[in-house]
């Protein structure tokens, strides 16, 4: 059966390898990480007020429209590891631009995970064979069959972010590489906020309006259904792109900006995690793509970015395999 490898254990490259290894190939996924999980981050952080605790450091939230993603939902549903969260966010700051809440703003269900957001594609890596801090340095599409750091396959898949992609594919390929160098990915800083007491109105979430400093915040208390008084605060991506080299520096105006929109003081503890390519800046119309020399791409970077795009992208490209090479 064909040997496939996967580089990227982002919720993209384990949906593909889950497909691969349903339709009976010898997969190997590999991510440069100790965990599965890319973008859907969720690192236990050492408190002094709250002790360890995990925090969705990337992804916030994930929202379904698609009937096979909702099944797959549906599972971590029942198992306890998924759980709606919300279908309301508001405005941010108030009406008047005073620090609080504007109109609430109902959209989709949003969902979240008690165990923090990792822990689903963890649950979706289950069983498959995953080799954890394994850095790829080098996908080779010049020799008959593609190789991955000189090791031989039958086709390799690429699950991640473009640039990260076109970082290690060597020679070849030239047509998708201008392509692929074509498309944009924007950063984004994110503030986890720690505060002595919850001292902000009750609210899940809010997109801010017309700031220049941050995008959305979120309470992560009641994302993740504890009530711990923490915020998570995205930056702009224009904001960001200037500070990318020092994310530490950013905790102070990050901040100051949540509290000149959410009146919420200033927190006790901060930390930022750096997002170097949070997302295309625009997106595709293809869900994937798999050249003659069998290398694939997959991930958000392939549709709308989204948890359940990538989720799509990384299982039609499997089947795409399959359909291909069975
Ligand atoms: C701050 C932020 C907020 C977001 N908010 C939301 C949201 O609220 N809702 C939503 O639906 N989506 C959100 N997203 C987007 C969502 O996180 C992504 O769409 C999704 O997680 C992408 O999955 P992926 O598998 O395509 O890529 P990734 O999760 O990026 O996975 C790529 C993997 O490839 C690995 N890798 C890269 N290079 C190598 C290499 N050379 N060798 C080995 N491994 C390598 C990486 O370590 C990573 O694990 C957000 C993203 C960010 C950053």
Not at 50 to 64: C, M, N, P, Q, S
């Amino acid at each position: 059966m064909a040997k496939v490898c996967v580089v990227g254990a982002g919720i993209s490259g384990v949906a593909c390898a889950r497909v691969l290894r349903e339709a009976g190939f010898d997969v190997d996924l590999r991510d440069r990480s100790r965990a599965p999980g890319g973008r859907m981050s969720s690192p236990r952080m050492t408190w002094s007020s709250l002790g360890d605790r995990r925090i969705d450091t990337g992804a916030g939230y994930f929202t379904v429209r698609d009937d096979e993603f909702r099944t797959v939902v549906d599972d971590w549903l029942t198992r306890g590891l998924a759980r709606e969260w919300t279908d309301t966010f508001h405005l941010l700051p108030a009406a008047d631009g005073s620090p609080g809440l504007g109109d609430p703003k109902p959209g989709p269900m949003r969902y979240a995970a008690p165990g923090g957001l990792r822990s689903l594609v963890i649950d979706l890596a289950e069983d498959l064979p995953f080799s954890d801090a394994t850095g790829v340095e080098l996908v080779d599409a010049n020799a008959s069959t593609p190789r991955v750091d000189g090791e031989q396959f039958d086709a390799v898949v690429l699950a991640m972010p473009d640039p990260q992609a076109l970082k290690v594919l060597g020679d070849g390929l030239e047509e998708e590489r201008a392509a692929m160098t074509e498309q944009a990915w924007e950063p984004i800083l994110a503030l986890q906020a720690v505060f002595p007491s919850r001292s902000w109105p009750a609210f899940d979430a809010g997109f801010v309006q017309d700031d220049d400093v941050l995008e959305i915040v979120f309470d992560e208390g009641r994302r993740r259904g504890d009530d711990a008084p923490v915020l998570v605060a995205d930056s702009t991506s224009a904001w960001a792109a200037s500070r990318l080299d020092d994310p530490d520096a950013a905790a102070d105006p990050l901040a100051e900006a949540l509290d000149r929109i959410l009146g919420c003081g200033r927190p006790s503890e901060s930390k930022v995690s750096r997002w170097t390519y949070s997302r295309p800046a625009t997106p595709r119309d293809e869900d994937f793509l798999f050249t003659p020399r069998r290398i694939g791409f997959c991930g958000d970077g392939w549709g709308t970015s989204k948890v359940e795009t990538a989720w799509r992208s990384g299982t039609l490209l499997g089947r795409r395999i399959v359909r291909e090479m069975a």
